[in-house]
């Protein structure tokens, strides 16, 4: 179904993992495509090359979320291309997990910008940019729920960016934009299971009810419906998309 048909959405950090899912699936629900990237450049043309194969529409545009003149240049590119931005979603995001007393300052200062500065430097710009009754789709996490060393900088990362959605949702509700947060539990992605041993990801896939990892499709699935006229009246809420592990 084209529920999105003639939307414009632009996607961050949408070059691989659920990000490169949510393009491919709001594609495949009528919608134009925006593939923000830091610096993948191969990834993200791969993402609209699989887009434009199954005929839909994308392009892809460098920008780190990180830095204000560049999320204003992502803005004014993709308006450029497409006229108009519908939806924003900001699924750019890293995790660094250490031990608090471990984290450094660049941990720390990293983590923040990139999870906390891009999301509040998109939202910014889509304060006056983003078209009247658009959608804006923020990631969280369903870490935030559950108390797991190693995880504290991350989950204050999300926890902000809970709090960004909340407050952001009455200021621009007035022009009709919705304004929501999903939160994934352990998803088989490369952020997630890099690094980590087999015994660990196991144990994390037992914590929801299915016995096994979310995969990037089943994250997608939530976005696009959260993207769509269906779910304007709901906004300044975060959606745990975490086959019920917490």
């Given at each position: ?12 950090g ?14 495949e629900?009528?919608?134009?495509v ?31 979320v990180s830095?204000a ?5 992502l ?19 890293i ?7 471990d ?10 910008d ?8 998109t ?7 983003l ?21 504290s ?13 909340r ?12 304004v ?67």
């Open positions: 179904m084209n529920t999105l048909s003639e939307k414009v959405v632009l996607v961050t949408a070059s691989r993992g659920i990000g490169a899912a949510i393009a491919k699936r709001l594609a629900a009528g919608a134009k925006i593939v923000n990237y830091a610096g993948s450049v191969e990834a993200s043309e791969q993402v609209v090359n699989a887009i434009k194969q199954t005929g839909g529409d994308a392009i892809a545009i460098q920008a780190d830095k003149v560049e999320v204003e240049r803005f004014d590119d993709a308006i450029s291309h497409f006229g108009r931005i519908d939806v924003l979603v900001n699924n750019a995001g995790m660094i997990t250490k031990l608090l007393k984290t450094t300052d660049e941990d720390f200062t990293r983590q923040f990139i999870n906390v500065r891009g999301t509040f430097n939202m910014r710009q889509a304060a006056t940019r078209a009247d009754k658009g959608s804006i789709i923020n990631f969280s996490t369903s870490v935030n729920r559950i108390m797991l060393p190693t995880y900088t991350y989950v204050a990362t999300k926890a902000a960016v809970e709090q960004l959605t407050v952001f949702a009455k200021e621009v509700g007035t022009r009709g934009i919705n929501n947060s999903v939160s994934p539990g352990p998803t088989n992605t490369e952020l997630f299971t890099k690094g980590k041993p087999q015994e660990v990801i196991d144990r994390s896939a037992s914590l929801s009810a299915f016995n096994r990892l979310g995969e990037p499709d089943d994250i997608a699935k939530v976005v696009v419906f959260l993207a769509s006229d269906e779910a304007k009246w709901i906004s300044a809420q975060n959606i745990g998309a975490n086959g019920a592990m917490a």
